[in-house]
């Protein structure tokens, strides 16, 4: 596909469940970035990676959060015994270069902790 | 960080212009000034980016003050799926990830 591709487009989970959260970023991108927007919130930052190097992982708000691109495309994110203000869409963007070039986004995943 | 404030909501006409402001008073020299839209159910979409020009494209116009500190993005003619929220960023040096605040909320009427 031409765009940025996440899955699974929805996802529940019982509080204490890991999750898996999957972002294809368009096919030669070098930047990815993982954001978190909580209900009526602007998307907040989580992490970037430049190929397969996570770059800066300053927004990951707790160590059950993991992310990793090990071959410099596919990138997943996942939670750790997942709790409910972990509720929120999981968003996914992909850019070409590493300047300040435009993002391109994916729909995001939106996971429901119960 | 270097924040951006905008209105929270603004409404507009079916096929009349719209100007959405931004106030970013502590830009600095070399940090872009982003537009980026969010129509529900959504990622994020770029509209566009300017540093000191104004800039056009086939989305829209960015006009930026002679100071830096404002800008304004300008819909030319809205349609119902202009309806979203818009968010000014500013895009800082050396840093690699966009920070979003709020953004304005646009309503289209018929």
């Known amino acids: 596909g031409a765009g940025v591709s996440q899955s699974p487009r929805y996802k529940v989970a019982k509080r204490g469940q890991d999750v898996a959260l999957r972002c294809d970023p368009i096919s030669g991108h070098v930047s990815l970035f993982w954001y978190q927007q909580a209900l009526g919130q602007g998307p907040e930052f989580l992490t970037y990676f430049q190929n397969e190097a996570q770059l800066d992982k300053s927004g990951l708000p707790s160590d059950r959060f993991f992310a990793e691109r090990p071959e410099g495309s596919v990138s997943t994110l996942k939670i750790q015994r997942t709790q409910q203000e972990d509720s929120a869409v999981y968003l996914c963007?992909?850019?070409?270069?590493?300047?300040?070039?435009?993002?391109?986004f994916g729909s995001g995943t939106q996971l429901s902790v119960l | 960080d270097a924040k951006t404030t905008q209105p929270n909501s603004m409404e507009s006409n079916e096929e009349e212009p719209v100007h959405l402001p931004c106030n970013h008073s502590t830009i600095s020299g070399t940090d872009y000034i982003h537009w980026y839209r969010q129509l529900p159910s959504q990622g994020p979409e770029y509209v566009i980016h300017g540093l000191t020009s104004n800039v056009n494209n086939r989305m829209a116009s960015l006009a930026i003050a002679e100071d830096r500190k404002s800008s304004t993005l300008i819909l030319h003619r809205a349609t119902l799926r202009d309806a979203a929220v818009y968010y000014c960023i500013l895009h800082l040096t050396g840093r690699r990830a966009l920070t979003f605040g709020s953004g304005t909320r646009l309503q289209v009427q018929p």
């Open positions: 963007a992909s850019s070409h270069g590493t300047g300040r070039e435009k993002l391109f």
